[in-house]
């Protein structure tokens, strides 16, 4: 029995990622697989933002479907303990490989309260229009504070944004406990 060994091409990735000064990065690779771009991206000292393969059979895709403009989120507030649990999920995501808009999108559909969900859909949105992430965070003072806002863009700048995600998560927890014994001693 003989077999005939086709050589397949190896797929292309397109992407969009960050350079450590925040500016828009664009270009194609190719790779064996998804995960290989990612790292791929992130050896370049980028972030990616949106990874979709090029040269393979379309899927349908939720993502690829146009998504409404969100509402203004200028006046949006969330409570604190909803604030903790978006940014360690979005932490974990990123951790394992997943590109910002994987994650958002995927925390999306994940976190069910309408107002969080609401907040995960502009900052998607506001990625998918070309900003930077920590200027859609920005966007949204009454509940991202300066201080988060800011360590966000260090992130961005330096590759590291899932370390810096963890290192929020606990500056929130630490907030969340001191809130908690000042309401106890009340």
Known sequence: MDFELTSRPMPQFSYRARDAQGALVEGVLDCADRIIAIRQIEQKRCIPIRIEIVNARPERDEKSQSVAAPAPTQTLKIPHNQLLIFTEQLAHLLQAGMTLDEGLSILQKRLKQPRVQE????????????????QALREMPRIFPPLFVNLVAAGEASGALPEILHRLVKHLMQAKDLRDRVQQAL
């Open 119 to 134: 907040m995960t859909r502009a900052l998607h949105q506001a990625l998918v229009d070309g900003r930077s992430f920590s």
